[in-house]
């Protein structure tokens, strides 16, 4: 009876001893579960770091590649408006030469018209002169004729009749000479008028007229004349006294209608002159006025090509700065986004692992404190059942027995916290 009481004995405190171990060992379980998934926390949080490694990486290759291309769009603008500038310059260069070649071939037009017009007047002038000396030597040729001719009507016995048949042809002579004179006077004035018509805008049919009229009086002042004298020129008994009658009275007549013939060629000569002066002078304020123009739309034309240059440039400064502040901003935007991103999936992570931690460690407390109080009551009760089985001496035998394990229970548990401090 004695050896099966030692034997339950020995029993109940290897069944106590082995509980306790077996608490150790599920404490030392738990507590490396916990390692573990400190771990696995551990692990997330390093892969959180690489991505936001890396998203920071792509972040900054996609700056340099937005900054690359702002400044190839810049150099290519800025290429663009020179390219621009240059062709505009050239253009207005080109069109200001033009317009320099047009004023000098108009001076050039106006020298040569005044050249022509001086060319004109003095032909002018010498058909006058030779018209004047040609009337004078066909007046004194026509007094010739008919001093000759009156004294031999008076030989004749038809005086009368014969006086007026050579009076008619007379007047025939002089109406013939004063066409021919109106025909020369024309011709000799048409390159004249001609001219000023061109610069004056009139025609020359009123300056015919004027020389036409001033022809036609001096010789009808010298028909005139001849018709007044031609009695005495009858009535005269000798040459002397027929020359004496022409000298005294045509002479003068000859002489004034030379005269008046030679004042309105000089006449006509000056108004051709004064209108092409005129007309000159009207070449050069026109032409002066189309260089003015033309200095006008050049500089007009330069300024314009200048705004539109610098309008450009300031349109490419602020184009490449838009785009640079803007290739920032989504740089820095898209930075703050990935650290926002990545600060948020760590936040989240570290919060899922310290509540994943705090589960754990609730769980583990909580299992440990069940086993630990199931252990104990199990215990407690298994010893109280058995401490009411035994004797008095066996009962001191099993409080001196359970206070050793007790002893050395705690001291186990004291070593394997103290081995926990340490790792």
């Known amino acids: 009876m004695d050896e099966h009481d030692d034997d339950l004995n020995v029993k109940v405190i290897l069944l106590g001893v082995g509980g306790a171990a077996l608490a150790a060992v599920l404490v030392a379980l738990a507590r490396r579960d916990d ?3 400190k771990a696995q926390a551990a692990a997330v949080i390093d892969e959180v770091k690489k991505d936001a490694k890396k998203a920071a ?8 590649e937005i900054v690359t291309t702002a400044s190839a769009l810049g150099e290519r603008l800025a290429d663009d408006v020179k390219e621009s500038a240059a062709a505009l310059g050239a253009d207005a260069k080109a069109a200001e030469r033009d317009l ?14 005044e050249g022509r017009l001086r060319a004109a007047g003095h032909k002018v002038v010498d058909d006058a002169t030779h018209l004047a ?25 038809d005086g009368d009749s014969r006086a007026d048949r050579e009076f008619e042809r007379l007047h025939a002579e002089i109406d013939k000479l004063k066409s021919q004179l109106g025909e020369t006077g024309r011709k000799g004035e ?11 805008g009139k025609g020359a049919a009123t300056k015919d007229d004027v020389a036409s009229q001033a022809a036609a009086a001096a010789i009808a002042h010298l028909e ?3 018709k007044a004298k031609a009695p005495a020129l009858l009535a005269a008994r000798n040459r002397a006294q027929v020359m004496e009658i022409l000298q005294q009275d045509l002479g003068p007549t000859i002489r004034e209608t030379a005269t008046q013939a030679a004042m309105a060629a000089l006449g006509m000569w000056e108004s051709g002159r004064e209108r092409a002066k005129d007309a000159a002078g ?15 739309k050049a500089r007009h034309l330069k300024e314009e090509v200048q705004a539109e240059t610098e309008h450009l440039a300031a349109e490419v400064s602020d184009q490449e700065d838009a785009i640079r502040v803007d290739g920032k901003r989504r740089f820095w935007r898209a930075a703050g986004d990935g650290r926002d991103a990545a600060t948020e999936e760590a936040e989240q992570i570290k919060a899922a692992a310290q509540a994943a931690e705090e589960e754990a460690r609730a769980s583990e407390k909580e299992r440990e404190h069940r086993g630990k109080s199931g252990l104990f009551w199990g215990g407690a009760g298994l010893g109280l059942a058995l401490y009411a089985l035994l004797d008095a001496e066996r009962r001191e035998t099993v409080l001196r027995l359970a206070n050793e394990a007790s002893v050395q229970v705690q001291e186990l548990v004291r070593d394997l916290q103290g081995y926990d401090d340490e790792f």
């Not at 320099?100 to 018209?113: G, L, M, R, V």
């Not at 048409?190 to 004056?200: I, M, N, P, T």
């Open 35 to 37: 390692d573990g998934q």
């Open 282 to 296: 009207e070449m050069r304020e026109t032409a002066r006025d189309a260089s003015k123009d033309v200095r006008d």
């Open 190 to 200: 048409k390159d004249l008028f001609g001219l000023a018509s061109r610069f004056s």
């Open 133 to 157: 000396s040609r009337v004078g030597a066909e007046a004194r040729n026509l007094a010739g004729e008919g001093r000759e001719r009156i004294s031999h009507l008076r030989q004749r016995d």
């Open 57 to 64: 990486k792509a972040a900054k290759k996609k700056r340099k």
């Open 224 to 226: 005139k004349s001849l």
């Open 100 to 113: 320099k070649a047009a004023a000098w071939d108009a001076q050039q037009e106006a020298h040569d018209a």
